[in-house]
């Protein structure tokens, strides 16, 4: 219902210093909210110190085991090296699993030996167990002291987690009051998103915190942050988005749960790879068989009412069939199989017209491929092959060149399609200031694409640059954690699927946000949580699943049980 | 795992590309945000009632000129027309249009994008609106011009320009009306006339500055004098005069043979020393160019050009700068008329740049040019025309041919300290420039003297 207020009520200066200073607020805590966030995060990394030693029974000497995935070797790269001209360059690898340590042979000449007898399969350790690699015996050897109290992670804290959580619902709270004022007319009716919105993060809080007993929110509490801003944000432009948004974000969730559940056994995952590969390949198929072309892209198949874009979820997928645990890339040590389905849903994305998404595929391919193979040839082959398919691309498709036409130029066509979209974004983030005009308030939203392509304009010009800005830190610093965790999660699985996921989220921020302020060609890429599309949300959740299983704490419970 | 996690390097690649992207988007913001902010598409700069956002507007008494509530004064809308600007954005000068940023509100901090009282602006001017309205009833139904400002601190007092019209009634004939003819346009700075005599200022300058024995220059004026294949003619017969008497008296015999003996090349390089054929920048407008092209005159023509009837053309605006520049001795202050934008608790959006025009003349030939033009008014005009302020003037009666009046001009300074003004008047078929314009300068510079 909307309560009539007089307008002389909202111009009145006390008025507008209240609801600025509430803004202000708002911004203060989500700064505070995210850089707690991301404290807690780092101190959650596990130390670096020797899990369990490896005791060389000719010398005596101990090597240190630091890491959750050794690769053994005379390489200079491997994680413990053997410089005897016996042992293979890349010989095994000792894993920890939620059963014990396992020593797995990966394609070596002389094969590996357990207590004399020589392995044909992964073998479960136990401490005492000889490992013979090549002439070498190696006694698996537990650490003697317990681990120091300085050594010990940070206690958990769970009033600081619930603090952050309802410092979470008070800026959706502001945001709400924000919304309700909107158009100098008084209305309730955002209160019921925002309740929604609530129990989303308390339903999702009480579920890891309290049913599954986990010991860290972090990374659900910046997913459900940048949700609830997104659906509030686009509360202001149209309720039904919003309702949709908070739907898809439900689904996200239950994805989310999922993903942790299936990456708790690596070895699992590693072997599902050619399924995933070919659910990816259907997924495009039906899409390209039964697919609408919206706006130019075949990237949608409708279901009723309902609108999906495959795409989206194959990016979930693509990097389930990427990722790998190290004995695995160790053995494999060509990409071929994976460069092939890269190469199909590039070739895909091409065919029905998407290539921001292209796009996006392709770098993520190109960071997973680096992280598996390490080899600057294959990179370098990569880009040079898109290269010749961007430049074919420019020949065979005038409208793509055209983006390019007005890159760099947009203020000389601000009445054409060259220029219109980024000149306006331009405009309404300058208009919005470094506090935004409130939320509802602005008016980019009423522009074509205003609420996907053109969101992050929208959420400058109604919640300001500094607000706007301090959410895109969020996708810097997921990558960051990512690369601080490389070498301290489970498995190369995860370190792989996390960095790429990080890197996936951050590249298609970069590509949206750089596209509608002129820094790149614009392309129709969404900005992750806050634009508009159910598919892309429910995708996003996804990949902050593989961030979240890098994070050893996750699965952390399990852990203490032996050694 | 160490190889892999060495691997992820390439992560790192983004994150830069990433962070370097938004710090130049945020410079980018921070240095065009108020340009951006100020596209007319930009809906924020207009109210509900799709006027454009603008404050209050005061002039430099604190008399108010216009209000986002109240709209145009009453009294000063006509003679203000052209300084304000019209609703529609059809004069491209004027506040409206040239501080349409800082109008809205517009600062880094807060864009301007918020609404409500505690962002309208308040915005001061440093006319009279009291001497831009005498001004305006004065000139009447004619075509013209005043300008006068502070040339010690460049504040400008008076500038008003005709024909003008009621912004809220918009006559409907105003695109065919003769009488509308330039309504738009702020005649001050972009529109030129034929100087006529007051050009003899710039011919005086290039013979005080090229002909070493200037002072002692004489001729003979039996009102008329041959040159080339042609004549000259003066109004009167002045008999042997130099070239002192021969500015007050506006002889064109002195000056068109003055002229011709200095040569078409140096005049030229006085006239455009001096300003010709260049346009300044004026509160971010660009004024017309004064123009002065003798390079294809014959040898009359010349002298024609000397007196200034040939091509030559020169806007109001330059003429005051010219004369503040004199009497300032060599470089005066930069004209301006916005004072100071200011937003809620005086928060300051915009103050006024104080600086020199780039319109530089020799000390010298000022301080001659000075003495003399203070003379006009000491021996010949009447100091009754501008009592006790210590004036110096040029007055012309500018022929324009087809059936038309002549064009009256008047310009000059006060050399008075507690008055420190230059002015330019200009009235078209106005007849002859000491009745016309001189008598508009008076008055006007009277009332000036009495704020």
Request: proline share 3%; glycine share 10%.
């Amino acid at each position: 219902m909307n309560i009539p207020v007089s307008l002389s009520f909202f111009a009145r200066g006390r008025f507008t210093a209240v609801m600025l200073l509430l803004h202000l607020m708002a911004v203060a805590l989500v700064i505070h909210i995210i850089v707690r966030c991301f404290i807690s995060l780092r101190k959650g990394r596990r130390i670096q110190n020797a899990v369990i030693f490896l005791t060389d029974s000719a010398g005596g000497a101990k090597i240190p085991v630091l890491y959750w995935e050794n690769s053994i070797g005379r390489e200079k790269t491997c994680d413990i090296i053997l410089p005897d001209p016996s042992v293979s360059r890349d010989h095994a690898v000792l894993k920890r699993r939620e059963r014990g340590w396992i020593i797995a042979d990966t394609a070596s000449r002389g094969g590996t030996f357990v207590n004399g007898r020589k392995i044909d399969a992964e073998t479960l350790l136990r401490p005492g167990d000889r490992i013979g690699i090549g002439t070498l015996e190696l006694v698996l050897t537990p650490r003697d002291e317990p681990a120091s109290p300085e050594q010990k992670r940070r206690v958990y804290s769970g009033k600081r987690t619930f603090m952050t959580v309802l410092e979470t619902t008070a800026v959706f709270f502001i945001l709400t009051l924000e919304a309700c004022l909107k158009g100098n007319a008084l209305s309730f009716k955002p209160f019921l998103p925002f309740v929604l919105l609530s129990a989303l993060v308390f339903g999702v809080y009480f579920y890891s915190v309290g049913l599954l007993k986990r010991v860290s929110f972090e990374i659900e509490n910046i997913g459900l942050l940048l949700t609830g801003t997104g659906v509030l944000l686009l509360y202001g432009v149209d309720p039904h988005t919003a309702y949709i948004q908070l739907a898809a974000a439900a689904l996200g969730v239950l994805l989310f749960c999922l993903i942790i559940w299936i990456l708790e056994l690596p070895d699992f995952v590693s072997k599902l790879r050619i399924g995933f590969e070919i659910l990816g390949v259907m997924l495009f198929a039906v899409t390209f068989v039964f697919g609408t072309v919206v706006n130019g892209a075949k990237n949608w198949i409708f279901i009723g009412p309902i609108s999906v874009q495959p795409s989206e979820l194959v990016k979930v997928v693509f990097i389930f069939a990427g990722a790998s645990t190290l004995d695995r890339l160790q053995t494999h040590q060509n990409l071929i199989e994976f460069i092939a389905f890269a190469a199909v849903c590039t070739g895909f994305l091409f065919l029905m017209h998407d290539f921001g998404s292209a796009v996006i595929f392709f770098f993520t391919f190109l960071l997973i491929a680096f992280m598996r193979s390490g080899s600057i040839r294959t990179v370098i082959l990569a880009v040079a092959a898109a290269a010749i398919g961007i430049f074919l691309i420019l020949q065979f498709k005038p409208y793509v060149a055209l983006r390019f036409a007005g890159w760099g130029h947009v203020w000389e066509y601000p009445y054409d399609s060259l220029g219109y979209q980024q000149t306006r974004t331009l405009t309404y983030i300058a208009s919005g200031g470094l506090f935004g005009s409130g939320l509802g308030n602005g008016y980019l939203k009423n522009i074509f694409a205003g609420d996907s392509d053109l969101v992050f304009g929208v959420l400058c010009e109604e919640l300001g640059i500094i607000f706007a800005f301090a959410l895109c830190s969020v996708f810097v610093l997921l990558a960051l954690y990512t690369l601080s965790d490389v070498t301290r999660s489970r498995s190369t699985i995860y370190s792989i699927s996390s960095c790429a996921a990080a890197g996936l989220l951050l590249f298609q921020t970069m590509v949206n946000i750089f596209g509608v302020t002129d820094l790149l060609p614009l392309t129709g890429v969404t900005l992750p949580f806050i634009s508009a599309g159910g598919s892309s949300m429910v995708c996003v959740w996804g990949l902050l699943a593989f961030i979240k299983a890098s994070d050893e704490r996750t699965y952390g419970a399990r852990r203490r049980k032996s050694i | 795992m160490r190889t892999v996690g060495k691997r992820s390097i390439f992560l790192y690649l983004i994150i830069f590309v990433f962070c370097a992207g938004m710090v130049f988007l945020a410079a980018r913001v921070f240095l065009n945000g108020s340009s951006w902010a100020s596209m007319p598409f930009n809906a924020h700069l207009y109210d509900d009632h799709d006027e454009q956002r603008r404050g209050s507007i005061c002039d430099r008494n604190g008399t108010l000129l216009y209000s986002d509530e109240k709209g145009f004064a009453d009294s000063s809308r006509e003679a203000l027309l052209h300084l304000l600007g019209d609703r529609e954005g059809n004069i491209s000068t004027g506040v409206f249009s040239l501080y349409s940023a800082e109008l809205s509100g517009y600062n880094p901090l807060t864009g301007n994008a918020r609404e409500g009282n505690l962002f309208k602006t308040k915005t001061r001017l440093t006319v009279s609106s009291q001497a831009c309205e005498r001004a305006y009833e004065l000139l009447g139904d004619r075509s013209g011009a005043v300008f006068i400002y502070n040339y010690r601190t460049g504040e400008v007092l008076c500038s008003v320009s005709s024909p003008s019209f009621d912004p809220d009634h918009v006559p409907e004939d105003i695109e065919t009306n003769s009488s509308f003819e330039g309504a738009y346009l702020d005649k001050t700075i972009s529109e030129t006339f034929t100087p006529g005599s007051i050009f003899k200022i710039i011919t005086a300058a290039c013979a005080i500055e090229n002909l070493p024995n200037w002072k002692s220059w004489k001729t003979e004026c039996i009102g008329e004098t041959e040159i080339g294949d042609g004549c000259v003619t003066c109004l009167e017969h002045h008999g042997e005069i130099g070239i002192r008497e021969g500015l007050m008296y506006s002889c064109n015999v002195v000056f068109s043979e003055l002229a011709v003996e200095l040569g078409g090349e140096k005049l030229a390089k006085t006239a455009e020393e001096l300003g010709f054929n260049r346009s300044f920048l004026f509160e971010n407008a660009h004024t017309a160019k004064s123009a002065f092209d003798v390079s294809n005159a014959k040898a009359d023509e010349l002298g024609w050009a000397g007196v200034g009837q040939y091509s030559n053309r020169v806007s109001p605006y330059h003429m005051a700068v010219l004369m503040g520049s004199i009497a300032s001795g060599g470089e005066t202050a930069q004209p301006y008329y916005v004072e100071r934008i200011s937003a809620a608790a005086e928060l300051p959006l915009y103050t006024a740049e104080k600086r020199s025009a780039p319109l530089r003349i020799r000390e010298t030939t000022a301080a001659e040019l000075r003495t003399m033009l203070r003379q006009n008014v000491t021996d010949y005009y009447g100091e009754y025309l501008f009592p006790g302020l210590d004036a110096g003037a040029k007055t012309g009666t500018a022929e324009v041919g087809q059936d038309k009046d002549d064009t009256a001009w008047m310009v000059g300074f006060l050399e008075s300290p507690e008055t420190p003004y230059a002015f330019a008047v200009v009235v078209e078929e106005g007849g002859s420039g000491y009745r016309a314009a001189g008598s508009i300068a008076s008055e006007l510079l009277g009332i000036l003297s009495e704020e």
